[in-house]
């Protein structure tokens, strides 16, 4: 079980995040811009952080970059919630600072189990995963 935040500026896609965490037993928190993730980030020490790269006021770039900049808040996993549409995306992505990157659209059947991939063992659901989950 983890506080998860979650910064996005899609209405739909927050939701189905949000539906998703909490079904397997997760705390999310919810941020729909850059500026405001920073703040929930510094008030409320989540355990991973979820991040969209276009965002208003700070995009996703902008975040990693305060994020990383920062020794007491690096070391929380950092991971982009991005559909990849250009080649060399994905590395620009990892070379900003985040730690991982998960492709939208978002897949309902594999969502958490690739977040629950970047938590600590400790935090992760001890749920079982839905049948028809990719190992
Ligand atoms: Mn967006």
Redesign the pocket.
């Known amino acids: 079980m983890a506080r998860i935040l979650i910064i ?3 209405p739909t ?1 927050l939701q189905l995040m949000v539906y998703l965490l909490e079904a397997f037993g997760h705390t999310p928190l919810e941020a729909m811009d850059g500026e405001t993730g920073l703040e929930l980030v510094r008030r409320e020490s989540p355990e991973l952080i979820l991040c ?5 006021s700070l995009d ?1 770039f902008g975040v990693a970059r305060q994020l990383k900049s920062q020794p007491g808040l690096r070391a929380i996993p950092l991971i982009a919630v ?1 559909a990849l549409a250009m080649v060399g995306d994905r590395d620009r992505i990892l070379s900003a600072g985040f730690d991982g990157y998960i492709a939208k659209p978002i897949a309902p059947e594999t969502f958490v189990a690739q977040v629950e991939a970047f938590l600590p063992s400790t935090a992760a659901s001890s749920s079982t995963p839905p049948q028809d989950a990719t190992p």
Do not use: R, V
């Open positions: 996005e500026d899609n896609n969209d790269i276009h965002l208003p996703g991005t």
